[in-house]
């Protein structure tokens, strides 16, 4: 699910618009925080893409805590 | 006057976000008699390996009219507000622009849209605030939130990039309004579907979780989507997720 590049970070394989499966990987992840309102994009609060700890790429995101 | 105000990468995985501040900066131009703030908006820049931000890159801007004699006092207090606000390990950028026109107005436009495609850097940044003569100035860090604090700008004034930050919040507890009474919002300047078409006030809509607005047009317009049957509006707003795009 999470692979890392070349730099080391951690990147979600599901792309950008994988909303059921990132709400299940954050509903038991355990480190989830909620990002800045602003930056949420998901309906579930409880998703990856609305996680402080997300940060994009251009086609998915890295986990900094993955 | 009416200026534009952009401010970017003042955060940190642990900080307020930059948005924050960007409506604490507002809020303070109001409550010091310097002018009248807009909303604030937020625009996505592009995500790249050779952009280095600190945690998201998205930059926060809003417009004001502001008497012309209190416009260097906002500048100075916002730059002492960034350096001293903005988080441990960011790198903060303050972009604040006298509405331009004509030539400079596309030159500041066209910066905008790159910065949405491709890698600009600060000596870019700086070169073309120089030639327009717009406020732009770095409080951290290596600085490099220039570049987004001015394309931010750029978007802000080109009017169709951006969503609100914050949510829309009406008088009452009732989720279905129509369309006149959603016009009565201070920040609502249209409401539209998702093909730009303009609803009759007397139309309802069903607001669902946050409600925010697009800057499109130049407007600060409610899109709206047909509402799922059963619902009790002909409407209702679009959801985060539909959000994502703007």
Not at chain 2, 111 to 136: C, D, M, N, P, S
């Amino acid at each position: 699910m999470f692979i890392r590049d070349h730099h080391g970070l951690a990147v979600f394989s599901g792309g950008q618009e994988d909303w059921e499966r990132v709400a299940h990987v954050a509903s038991s992840c355990g480190r989830f925080r909620a990002d800045v309102e602003e930056e949420w994009v998901a309906d579930e609060r409880l998703s990856c893409y609305n996680c402080r700890y997300r940060r994009w790429t251009a086609a998915s995101f890295a986990c900094l805590k993955a | 006057m009416r200026i534009l105000v952009c401010i970017d990468d003042t955060d940190n995985l642990d900080s307020r976000g930059t948005g924050e501040l960007a409506s604490l900066l507002a809020e303070c131009l109001e409550s010091r008699g310097w002018g009248k703030a807009d909303y604030v908006t937020r625009h996505q820049l592009l995500v790249h390996p050779d952009i280095p931000y600190t945690s998201h890159n998205s930059a926060m801007a809003f417009s004001a009219s502001i008497k012309a004699a209190h416009l260097s006092e906002f500048i100075a207090y916002a730059g002492v507000f960034l350096a001293t606000e903005s988080a441990s390990g960011s790198d903060p950028g303050l972009c604040v622009a006298t509405w331009p026109h004509g030539e400079q107005e596309q030159a500041l436009l066209n910066f905008g849209r790159q910065a949405k495609e491709q890698v600009l850097t600060k000596e870019a940044a700086y070169a073309l605030a120089r030639q327009l003569e717009i406020h732009l100035s770095e409080h951290g860090g290596t600085g490099q939130g220039v570049v987004g604090a001015l394309a931010g700008a750029g978007l802000r004034l080109g009017g169709n990039d951006g969503r609100l930050k914050g949510q829309l919040r009406f008088v009452g507890a009732d989720r279905v309004l129509s369309v006149r009474q959603l016009l009565a919002h201070p920040w609502v300047d249209a409401v539209t579907t998702t093909s730009g078409q303009e609803l009759p006030v007397t139309e309802q809509v069903q607001l669902v979780d946050k409600v925010k607005t697009a800057l499109l047009g130049g407007r600060s317009i409610l899109v709206v989507e047909p509402a799922p049957h059963g619902c009790d509006g002909q409407w209702q707003n679009l959801s985060r997720r539909q959000m994502k795009g703007y």
